[in-house]
């Protein structure tokens, strides 16, 4: 069993930035990779963001590429999503999932990930 908790969302203007983290508990966790999606009303979960267990292998969806950075700190259980240059259209529910499946291919895909937090509110107004 592997719980997340998401937090860090929050109402910020477009062009500005927010730091999302999940913190961690349950299984070793610097064992599986982490990744981070999104869902906006009326749409389905996309893929942000995921990085590999250690931290030096990334992925990320072409819209956020060059303003999102994943990250992560395995001595306090914790994965990051710094998110610069912020756009109306990122708003949406933010979830932080895991993947324990010990591939060592980062998934794009929902059904890849096993766990799942609650989800963390971003609104970015124009």
């Known amino acids: 069993q592997v719980q997340l908790v998401e937090s860090g969302g929050g109402l910020v203007q477009a062009g500005g930035s927010l730091r999302l983290s999940c913190a961690a508990s349950?299984?070793?966790?610097?064992?599986?990779?982490m990744g981070w999606f999104r869902q906006a009303p009326g749409k389905d979960r996309e893929f942000v963001a995921a990085v590999s267990w250690n931290g030096v292998n990334k992925k990320y969806v072409d819209s956020v590429k060059g303003r999102f950075t994943i990250s992560r700190e395995n001595a306090k259980n914790t994965v990051y999503l710094q998110m610069n240059s912020l756009k109306p259209e990122d708003t949406a529910a933010y979830y932080c999932a895991a993947d324990l499946s010990a591939s060592p291919i980062l998934h794009g895909v929902a059904n890849r990930y096993d766990y799942w937090g609650q989800g963390t509110q971003v609104t970015v107004s124009s």
């Open positions: 349950g299984r070793p966790f610097n064992m599986y990779a």
